[in-house]
């Protein structure tokens, strides 16, 4: 009996010990913001890096509120440290004018497997 309420204490424990997708790990997620400056008739007027551009992440798949945001750097690069091992969704907002709001949301989404590893989602390319 003894035994049996050792095994089932470890396993409990066991379990207990995975972590959610989320801070307190060694890996990273980078990337870059790229900007299209579209006019009324949906001609690119410019595009450029996109300096100062909120680039927000979700731990994991199930929630759809964001964990943590990052401005972008001079040159559009962001970057979000210390993740675990999990789902992770990055996202900016892009013009929409088929939106009631305005804006959508542009989402890459990753998942991290690895310890001490950095993953690039590339660029997410936006509407301003």
Known sequence: ??????????????????KEAGRGGTSSVYGKVHVYNINGIGDTLDEFDGMDEDVYIIYGDADETYDDKFSCSYDGSFRFDYLTEGIYRVFAYSRCDTCDDGITPVFKTIEINEKKTEFNVGNIYILK
């Not at 309420?5 to 424990?13: P, R």
Request: proline fraction near 0%.
């Open 1 to 18: 009996m003894r035994i049996l309420i050792a095994v089932f204490m470890l396993s409990g424990m066991m379990i207990s010990c995975n």
